[in-house]
């Protein structure tokens, strides 16, 4: 069955085959070179958004691509090698990311303190990156990078980012969410309790470099 993330990928490898990136691949194909930019591939409330027929369309005409070999590239059976799908994914580090200037009031970042990396296979076009300014024993070192999905729902035993309404940001696991309070297990083995109404937002870590 063809999925959202498969179409994508199509997309990507499409572009990386033809030695364009996705914006490239767009204005090749006469659309809007914002077409197939990553934070377009799902809506803030993290439902997905498929790419439109017409756009597929028109960049299998620019690029002599049959729908055929299309598929190809989205499985990977065509056996044509490209080049690792990435995306700029934006970074802040864990200490300046404190007091909340560079989130909105859902978890999402906003403002110029942010930082581009490279990180490849990423399909989250709204997930970003904190990097660790001091140990977070036992589970972190300073220096990892944690990929945060502000957009992923979250449920008991994720690990988690919890924003208080003060800006401070607390890592963990989800233990248990009620109406009433939201109980997070710190890395340390420590149990912290938050009033629903002390929680700014709550999104979930997907990836941690050890």
Same mark, same amino acid.
């Given at each position: 069955?063809?999925?959202?993330?498969?179409?994508?990928?199509?997309?990507?490898?499409?572009?990386?085959?033809?030695?364009?990136?996705?914006?490239?691949?767009?204005?090749?194909?006469?659309?809007?070179?914002?077409?197939?930019?990553?934070?377009?591939?799902?809506?803030?409330?993290?439902?997905?958004?498929?790419?439109?027929?017409?756009?597929?369309?028109?960049?299998?005409?620019?690029?002599?691509?049959?729908?055929?070999?299309?598929?190809?590239?989205? #499985?990977?059976?065509?056996?044509?090698?490209?080049?690792?799908?990435? +995306?700029?994914? $934006?970074? !802040?580090?864990? &200490? /300046?990311?404190?007091?909340?200037?560079?989130?909105?009031?859902?978890?999402?970042?906003?403002?110029?303190?942010?930082?581009?990396?490279?990180?490849?296979?990423?399909?989250?076009?709204?997930?970003?990156?904190?990097?660790?300014?001091?140990?977070?024993?036992?589970?972190?070192?300073?220096? #990892?990078?944690?990929?945060?999905?502000?957009?992923?729902?979250?449920? +008991?035993?994720? $690990?988690? !980012?919890?924003? &208080? /309404?003060?800006?401070?940001?607390?890592?963990?696991?989800?233990?248990?969410?009620?109406?009433?309070?939201?109980?997070?297990?710190?890395?340390?083995?420590?149990?912290?309790?938050?009033?629903?109404?002390?929680?700014?937002?709550?999104?979930?870590?997907?990836?941690?470099?050890?």
């Amino acid at each position: 069955m063809m999925t959202h993330g498969d179409v994508w990928v199509g997309i990507d490898r499409l572009a990386a085959k033809n030695n364009y990136s996705a914006s490239g691949l767009a204005k090749r194909a006469g659309l809007d070179p914002t077409t197939f930019n990553k934070s377009k591939r799902a809506t803030k409330q993290g439902k997905a958004r498929w790419p439109s027929t017409e756009s597929i369309a028109k960049i299998l005409e620019a690029t002599n691509t049959t729908m055929a070999e299309f598929v190809a590239l989205m #499985d990977g059976s065509d056996g044509t090698v490209v080049p690792p799908v990435s +995306r700029q994914l $934006r970074s !802040v580090p864990l &200490d /300046r990311a404190q007091g909340g200037q560079v989130f909105d009031a859902s978890g999402f970042p906003q403002g110029d303190a942010w930082e581009d990396v490279d990180f490849p296979g990423l399909e989250d076009g709204h997930a970003f990156a904190l990097e660790l300014t001091e140990d977070v024993s036992p589970a972190w070192r300073r220096g #990892d990078l944690l990929v945060v999905s502000p957009s992923s729902s979250t449920r +008991r035993g994720d $690990r988690i !980012v919890l924003a &208080d /309404r003060k800006g401070t940001l607390h890592l963990g696991c989800l233990s248990r969410r009620t109406a009433q309070r939201v109980v997070v297990d710190r890395p340390d083995g420590q149990e912290v309790n938050f009033a629903i109404d002390e929680v700014a937002w709550i999104a979930r870590i997907v990836w941690a470099s050890q």
